[in-house]
């Protein structure tokens, strides 16, 4: 079947998404975060292992009440962000993230962002955790 508008890297995320977080699947997380997109409805939630020394993303898993573009970026995102610190992590923009999926349609543009915004959540969960209320963050626009 043609005319998807959706690329190949968009459906391959999408089909088999990375990092999510399985029902059953016992994930020791250091810090979690839960955003929703006012826009739609739809809900995400992102948990993080962070190694305390180097503020290193070691793993993480997300899950989401969301939609295909949703899926496909917060796949995306989860394997941008292993390896980085917190900092480096939160400097990826939806947009890098919706590059390097071949782009989104118009009107999924808004999706990509919810995934960030559950990302920035986790963090600030991280800070505020370990009496740093200093660096909490304002998700991007
Ligand atoms: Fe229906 Fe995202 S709200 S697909
Ligand atoms: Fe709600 Fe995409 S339509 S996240």
Known sequence: MSGWVYSEVVKDHFINPRNAWKNDEDFAYDCMGKDGNVQCGDEMLFALQIDAETEKIIDCR???FGCASAIASTSMLSEAIKGLTLEEAMKITPKDITERLGGLPDN????SVLGDKALCAAANDY???????????EPKA
Request: with cysteine; hydrophobic share 35%.
């Open 108 to 111: 999924k543009i808004h999706c």
């Open 62 to 64: 997300w899950q989401t």
């Open 127 to 137: 800070f505020r955790k370990n009496g740093m209320e200093d660096r909490v963050v």
